[in-house]
């Protein structure tokens, strides 16, 4: 069964810090894509970031330079730092695993920034 579980989440202030985890299991993690997305409350889902096997990554404009994506292949964890946050960063995020075609899910943590 695929298991995708993130932590992390929290509330903080703006300029502040937080390091997002996506405890993953059940499929080839370290042969797969790996994405995050959020959610902010009232919007549909959005693209943040992918990294894939190799370890390669792109990001959405708006996070570039603030977020940083990696992954441990070894632990089948994956990670997001967020750096410098901005009250529009407060969503839910969620990671996604591309697999065999579909996409999987997690259950999200929510990420709040607020002065």
């Known amino acids: 069964e695929v298991q995708l579980v993130e932590s992390g989440g929290g509330l903080v202030q703006p300029g502040e810090s937080l390091r997002l985890s996506c405890a993953a299991s059940g499929f080839s993690f370290s042969t797969s894509t790996m994405s995050w997305v959020r959610q902010a409350p009232g919007k549909g889902i959005e693209w943040v970031s992918t990294?894939?096997?190799?370890?390669?990554?792109s990001y959405l404009d708006d996070v570039e330079g603030r977020f940083t994506i990696s992954r441990d292949n070894a632990e089948n964890m994956l990670y997001l730092q967020l750096n410098s946050l901005k009250i529009e960063d407060t969503a839910m995020y969620y990671c996604?695993?591309?697999?065999?075609?579909?996409?999987?899910r997690g259950q999200g943590t929510q990420v709040t920034v607020s002065s």
């Open positions: 990294i894939y096997s190799r370890g390669d990554a």
């Open positions: 996604r695993a591309h697999i065999g075609g579909g996409v999987v």
